[in-house]
Nanobody, 125 residues
């Protein structure tokens, strides 16, 4: 079992930055690819970024490429999402995900092993 708890969300002005964290419980955190999704009000959940178990390989959605960076620290059982140059359209609940099948499967959003409850990011224009 892995429990995921997100933190770091809040209100920020457009052009600003935030860093989200997702802390995982359990001793097998490093066995999972980790990722971030987001869901804006009235919209479907969408993939944001993913990272493989070692932190070497990453994937990003086109909408955030060049602005967001995903990273992980397996010693701390934590995955991060550094968000820069934020835009109003980045406003959403950001959810952390863990997938034992790897980052390519995680990106689909289907069959995810574990989800966090999310943290709200609001970007004011």
């Amino acid at each position: 079992q892995v429990q995921l708890v997100e933190s770091g969300g809040g209100l920020v002005q457009a052009g600003g930055s935030l860093r989200l964290s997702c802390a995982g419980s359990g001793r097998t955190f490093s066995n999972y690819a980790m990722g971030w999704f987001r869901q804006a009000p009235g919209q479907e959940r969408e993939f944001v970024a993913a990272i493989n178990w070692s932190g070497v390989s990453t994937l990003y959605a086109d909408s955030i490429k060049g602005r967001f960076i995903i990273s992980r620290d397996n010693a701390k059982n934590t995955v991060y999402l550094q968000m820069n140059s934020l835009k109003a359209e980045d406003t959403a609940v950001y959810l952390c995900a863990a997938d034992s099948r790897g980052r390519l499967k995680l990106r689909t959003g289907a069959g995810i092993d574990y989800w966090g409850k999310g943290t709200l990011v609001t970007v004011s224009s």
